[in-house]
């Protein structure tokens, strides 16, 4: 059983950075695609950022070169790292994972992925 537990959340003010870690057991982060998400208040889930086989990065456009997506296979920990924080960042992150190599468009499809942690909440002040 796939478990995803994310942290690191909390309330910053604007240009603040955050990491966030999501502890994974069950299966190894170094394998298939891992991916954070995150999901606004009435909006849809949006892909933020991805990684496949610990090597290949995906980022959304609106946080290239602010987030950065890592893993620490000997920690079995997926981590993204935001810089610049703004309010528009503002929303429930989600840490999820398949075993695909997802490779295009398809690593920003929630559908894809096959589990998901939590979520932990991110407030960014303006």
């Known amino acids: 059983q796939v478990q995803l537990v994310e942290s690191g959340g909390g309330l910053v003010q604007a240009g603040d950075s955050l990491r966030l870690s999501c502890t994974v057991s069950?299966?190894?982060?170094?394998?298939?695609?891992m991916g954070w998400f995150r999901q606004a208040p009435g909006k849809e889930r949006e892909f933020v950022a991805s990684i496949k086989r610990s090597t290949y990065t995906t980022y959304e456009d609106s946080v290239k070169g602010r987030f950065t997506i890592t893993t620490d296979n000997a920690k079995n920990t997926v981590y993204l790292q935001m810089n610049s924080l703004n309010a528009e960042d503002t929303a429930v992150y989600y840490c999820?994972?398949?075993?695909?190599?997802?490779?295009?468009?398809?690593?920003?499809?929630?559908?894809?992925?096959?589990?998901w942690g939590q979520g932990t909440q991110v407030t960014v002040s303006s």
């Open positions: 069950g299966r190894r982060v170094s394998t298939g695609t």
């Open positions: 999820t994972s398949t075993y695909s190599g997802l490779v295009g468009t398809l690593v920003r499809r929630p559908d894809m992925y096959a589990d």
